[in-house]
DNA sequence: TATTTTTATGATATCGTTTTCATTTTCCGA
DNA sequence: TCGGAAAATGAAAACGATATCATAAAAATA
């Protein structure tokens, strides 16, 4: 069905149709025929045949490192509910944290697919930065600080800081902590620039041998756990980067016969569901992940709206959610 | 950029970059002047302009009813990596658990934008199977099992029954089920008769006022649990159809001073991570949710390489993951 | 060498819309 | 009653690619 056949049947112009779709000049009785003529035929217009036109795709493309991750899993949620309230769809670029991907998706979405690109950033280099910045399309970024691009972000250094400090105002004396690379600034920098000064202001050292750098996964806060407490077997207290990398921690804590929080303190970030169910409940900072999204695609679709409009940068606070697994 | 900016740049035809993009005859000097147009003005062929003329999209339409759900995110990380690798994008259809959303996103995914769609269902009734009967692409169902469709679901009848015999062999005779509406067969129905089945080969009652109905949730499972230990006070093992439901149950049982397992017993189904974590560790059916999305993928893709393909069923397996939840 | 087959070429139609444009009809106030 | 604005109309161009076609050149075969 295409719109010619719906114009022969009511008799009248291509034109007429599509005005009578878009809202033109149409006389009373066309538009009955037309409307009849539409409800016989079941004709739905070509999307692609639309964007070729108008060159408006009404899909926004989201790239993400990972799907099945709690955190990036409701960001997406988010995005998702405010896309579909708009009328816009989502173009999934799933690239498995594998940077290549990563440009690549962006690439793709911008020269052909998209109106605009949201994405959840973790290591950005400059890499990133030049091609976001060559990108045709508004692009926002969720999850990471960036000066020259629009996005949207949690505030990650008060977040680590206020949690140390918590650790930091307990008995505790030999805190370790549990990161990933720098080169995620939002997770790995700024949480530990964040734990370094809490500790500071306590007057406490950041002792290297009770600090690891890993991976965003269970299995790695396990390990590095494994690791740390081998070569600091009195560290008294683990500040994690993660709610995940902090439930590795307990298991392996409490394979070891450690006891939480009289043995050892545990402190995560990200509230993630498991957080609340462990044992003890662990205490952490609720992010408000499905929040950022929708925010994100906001910001985005004013953009598509308004393309004059500057970057916006917007940060998310937090929330301290005191469990049991710290020692007070 | 268009083709025949590059046409002109390299002083040839417009078909012949149509055919240097599709592989068909052209000289060796014209591929030369072809390829440094190309590279000069960094063109990329209009995906619209093509899919228009071709037909084609090389996009999957996915519709889900929740994003952020471990096991959804898992399957649609499945079918994002089998996708990618074909080549083909996935397009995302976030229904939040809403029919009407669901049969919308089906038609648009079908009218327009999609080769083929992926489904993963819940509640399957008559609307469902009239409109996915009509659909012009072709659609694999995941997760429930249909007789008009190509789909992947699990042994839900096997597991259940099996699960259930094990929590049956014990020394519990009091137990509860804690399950969502029969609507869903796979999860509602299937494993509620698994369960009953598995009951009666013990010569237990499935007895009324343990059988309780709900949602998907933690928080439903909890509500439940108090629900049915009220009425049952003396129930002395769950039997939950989700890891989610009984980890639900767990932190009611556990906050009203229950142990578990000497107390009540529990049993989930899905082996999420968290039922790893749980104290006790809770045991649970291992599902291949990321696998299942790969083959539910994969059949689509054979389908839409080999449109005359008859549908396909496929049941995946499960394995019983023993942890500490249940007395022995 | 003559003939067929393969390779190469570009003009043009086509996909299904929206947009522009020129023209006609209707309406309304002076 | 007239004139100008607003409303209505359909033909045709455009969007950017691929497919078809007719034709020419080169290569292979007889």
Redesign the interface.
């Known amino acids: 069905m295409t719109i010619s056949d719906v114009a022969k049947m009511a008799d009248v112009s291509v034109s007429a149709v599509s005005r009578y779709m878009n809202g033109g000049y149409v006389s009373e009785e066309k538009k009955e025929r037309i409307k009849k003529a539409i409800q016989e035929t079941g004709y739905?217009p070509?999307?692609?045949?639309q964007?070729?036109r108008t060159k408006r795709?009404k899909?926004v493309g989201?790239v993400i490192p990972?799907?099945?991750?709690?955190s990036i899993?409701?960001v997406?949620?988010g995005i998702?509910?405010e896309l579909?309230e708009a009328g816009y769809?989502?173009?999934?670029?799933?690239t498995?944290n594998n940077q290549e991907?990563e440009l690549r998706y962006l690439k793709?979405f911008d020269?052909?697919?998209v109106d605009g690109i949201i994405f959840i950033g973790t290591m950005m280099n400059k890499e990133h930065e030049k091609l976001l910045k060559s990108l045709q399309v508004p692009v926002v970024l969720l999850g990471q600080q960036e000066s020259y691009i629009s996005c949207v972000y949690h505030d990650d250094y008060h977040a680590a800081r206020e949690m140390a400090s918590i650790l930091a105002s307990g008995k505790h004396k030999k805190i370790g902590f549990l990161g990933v690379s720098a080169k995620d600034k939002a997770v790995g920098k700024e949480r530990y620039r964040g734990f370094c000064d809490a500790l500071s202001d306590a007057g406490l050292p950041v002792d290297e041998k009770r600090v690891l750098q890993g991976e965003f996964t269970?299995e790695s806060g396990y390990e590095n756990t494994r690791l740390l407490m081998e070569q600091a077997p009195d560290t008294d207290a683990l500040f994690c980067v993660t709610d995940t990398i902090a439930?590795g921690a307990?298991?392996y804590l409490?394979e070891t016969g450690k006891r939480i929080p009289e043995d050892v303190s545990i402190a995560g970030i990200g509230d993630t569901?498991?957080s609340e169910?462990?044992?003890p409940p662990l205490t952490t900072a609720h992010y408000y992940y499905?929040t950022s999204g929708r925010e994100g695609a906001k910001i985005l679709l004013e953009k598509l709206k308004n393309p004059g409009l500057p970057d916006k940068k917007m940060m998310l606070g937090y929330e301290i959610i005191q469990r049991n697994s710290i020692l007070l």
Chains 1, 2 share one sequence.
């Open positions: 739905v070509s999307a692609h045949a964007i070729m795709t899909v989201v990972k799907i099945n991750s709690e899993s409701r997406v949620a998702s509910e579909s769809e989502l173009l999934l670029g799933n498995g991907q793709i020269q052909n697919r269970l439930i307990m298991k409490r569901r498991m169910m462990m044992n499905q």
